[in-house]
């Protein structure tokens, strides 16, 4: 499986962005797909993961409410819509897929078998 990340950039604090996770390859709807972020010298963290079947969504309690993760079968992709933006959103971004989690352990970044490569989000106060 191949991850590919796209959509970040620069924006205002109060303001918007939306990440894509395409993937290619070998996927089933086993698979969940997750967002990951890093800061700079922290580890990183989750943000939101959802199962590709269910649609079933998770959210770290940092995001809920401000951040929504979809999918779109038809182009295999996930995004991660970010709204009311903080400057301590500010990361490196990082998709992430794995099959067969269980729910216990689908905030745990050791679950991901796949990891595509970071986008930068840099959020201006």
């Known amino acids: 499986v191949q991850l590919q990340a796209s959509g970040g950039g620069l924006v205002q604090a109060g303001g918007s962005l939306r990440l894509s996770c395409a993937a290619s390859?070998?996927?089933?709807?086993?698979?969940?797909v997750a967002w990951f972020r890093q800061g700079p010298g922290l580890e990183r963290e989750f943000v939101a993961t959802i199962r590709w079947s269910s649609r079933i969504t998770y959210y770290a309690d940092s995001v809920k409410g401000r951040f929504t993760i979809s999918r779109d079968n038809a182009k295999n992709t996930v995004y991660l819509q970010m709204n009311s933006l903080k400057p301590e959103d500010t990361s490196v971004y990082y998709c992430a897929a794995g099959s067969g989690i269980i729910t216990s352990s689908l905030g745990q970044k050791t679950a991901y078998d796949y990891w595509g490569q970071g986008t930068q989000v840099t959020v201006s106060s």
């Open positions: 390859g070998r996927t089933s709807n086993n698979y969940a």
